[in-house]
T-cell receptor, first 113, second 109 residues
Framework: NAGVTQTPKFQVLKTGQSMTLQCAQD?????MSWYRQDPGMGLRLIHY???????DQGEVPNGYNVSRSTTEDFPLRLLSAAPSQTSVYFC????????????FGDGTRLSIL | SQQGEEDPQALSIQEGENATMNCSYK?????LQWYRQNSGRGLVHLIL?????REKHSGRLRVTLDTSKKSSSLLITASRAADTASYFC?????????FGAGTTVTVRA
């Protein structure tokens, strides 16, 4: 029972590069979300999805894109990496929405040089 | 913006002691959740308490909610070394869960 799987676990990028952070869940959850965690700031919502084909912006969406072509996968794309995007990124899922317990992956630690 | 704010920021206790941390929030909520995060790992859900509930228990965890004061507390009884972690409260705010900056708990052997 894998739960929420995030890849890669670590990544170093140069400014201006693009990359995709992968997130997959095997619990048939409808609701998926991406957060970034920065020291002293808690988690901030980047994008979320309430089901396949539906995505919406969170609190800090600039510089990020998402898509949800299947229930299982919710990739996060950095379009042109900037040092301000150095952070730990977490993907989470729940049965139907934010009023339920969220299941988190173990994160991707991203450094932008 | 952070809806939930945990207090204290850090807490160090001896094994076997109780640990209490508090969460304050600003706007009305449907529910409040507590999560634990071990170093280098993702968040793990501990307890969800609804706005019409005042207290909830799960094993050695006890959560209270006072909607009139817009505050919640998490009590960990008989702490163990494995309880060393950061603890976060999260409240539902419109379309998102709003997390505080967390309380870091260190349990000394």
């Amino acid at each position: 029972n894998a739960g929420v799987t995030q890849t890669p676990k670590f990544q170093v990028l140069k400014t201006g590069q693009s990359m995709t952070l992968q997130c997959a869940q095997d619990m048939n959850h409808e609701y998926m979300s991406w957060y970034r965690q920065d020291p002293g700031m808690g988690l901030r919502l980047i994008h979320y999805s309430v089901g396949a084909g539906i995505t919406d912006q969170g609190e800090v969406p600039n510089g990020y894109n998402v898509s949800r072509s299947t229930t299982e996968d919710f990739p996060l794309r950095l379009l042109s990496a900037a040092p301000s995007q150095t952070s730990v990124y977490f993907c989470a899922s729940s049965q139907t929405g934010l009023h339920q317990p969220q299941h988190f992956g173990d994160g991707t630690r991203l450094s932008i040089l | 913006s952070q809806q939930g704010e945990e207090d204290p920021q850090a807490l160090s206790i001896q094994e076997g002691e109780n640990a209490t941390m508090n969460c304050s929030y600003k706007t009305s909520i449907n529910n409040l959740q507590w999560y634990r995060q071990n170093s280098g790992r993702g968040l793990v859900h501990l307890i969800l308490i609804r706005s019409n509930e005042r207290e909830k228990h799960s094993g050695r965890l006890r959560v209270t909610l006072d909607t009139s004061k817009k505050s919640s507390s998490l009590l960990i009884t008989a702490s163990r070394a494995a309880d060393t972690a950061s603890y976060f409260c999260a409240t539902d705010e419109d379309y998102k869960l709003s997390f505080g900056a967390g309380t870091t708990v260190t349990v000394r052997a």
